[in-house]
């Protein structure tokens, strides 16, 4: 597991709670199988080389130094975890989904000519769901009039594209990832076969990785 990017060199000074962790991977399989459903049914995400989303690819979510950070953010007693989720941010913004979304610049033509309609699509979609499900770092879960209005936040180009995408997402029946509660008994809400068992697939390694290189109890 040396050369794993996952395994840290360092352990950090702070280290998240097996609980923690738990919780974490729930909430990020939930989203990989809410964006994946809602590529399915739209039909978009053939130029994402990362996929399943959010857990393949430099600065997935199951990487170490990802996971330990964003792993950290609902402790509140005392510990300066701000930075850590910072770190844990700043690395997941490598992956390719985020960098097409936080890049594109309508008047920059040499970005405009490498970030395509079905990147921004991609990009909304994710950007969708996040705020359609329970987060507390952005208020909670939300509902399509609450996105349609939280999406003038963003520069007018990601505003439109998520308007835009809220629109086709509401008239599709909704996934019901509220049916995910274990990392061991992972329910198909309504995605291909082939992803989710390449979600099984990856769950499973995570759990391995945590339970024999980092000594957490998973589950």
């Not at 739209?42 to 996929?51: H, Y």
């Not at 913004?93 to 309508?106: A, E, I, S």
Request: proline share 5%; with cysteine; glycine share 6%.
């Amino acid at each position: 597991m040396e050369n794993d990017p996952r395994t840290p060199r360092e352990q950090p000074k702070l280290m998240p709670y097996a609980q923690e962790i738990n919780e974490w991977l729930i909430a990020t399989v939930k989203h990989v199988y809410h964006v994946e459903y809602f590529l399915n049914e739209i039909g978009v995400g053939r130029d994402d080389p990362e996929r399943p989303h959010d857990i393949v690819g430099v600065g997935n979510k199951f990487e170490w130094q990802v996971l330990h950070g964003f792993a950290l953010q609902h402790r509140n007693h005392g510990s300066n975890v701000k930075p850590f989720v910072e770190e844990s941010l700043r690395l997941h913004r490598q992956q390719y989904h985020h960098r097409k979304w936080n890049n594109y610049n309508p008047f920059d033509l040499t970005c405009r000519g490498t970030v395509s309609t079905d990147d921004m699509i991609v990009g909304a979609i994710d950007a969708v769901c996040s705020l359609l499900e329970d987060r507390e770092y952005q208020g909670g879960r939300h509902d399509y009039d609450d996105v349609r209005i939280l999406a003038g936040r963003n520069p007018d180009i990601r505003a439109y594209w998520m308007r835009t995408v809220a629109d086709e997402m509401q008239r599709i029946v909704q996934p019901r990832i509220h049916l995910i509660t274990s990392l061991h008994s992972i329910p198909n809400i309504g995605v291909d076969r082939h992803v989710h068992d390449a979600i099984l697939a990856r769950t499973d390694d995570e759990i391995r990785f945590l339970e024999n290189e980092c000594g957490y109890k998973i589950g």
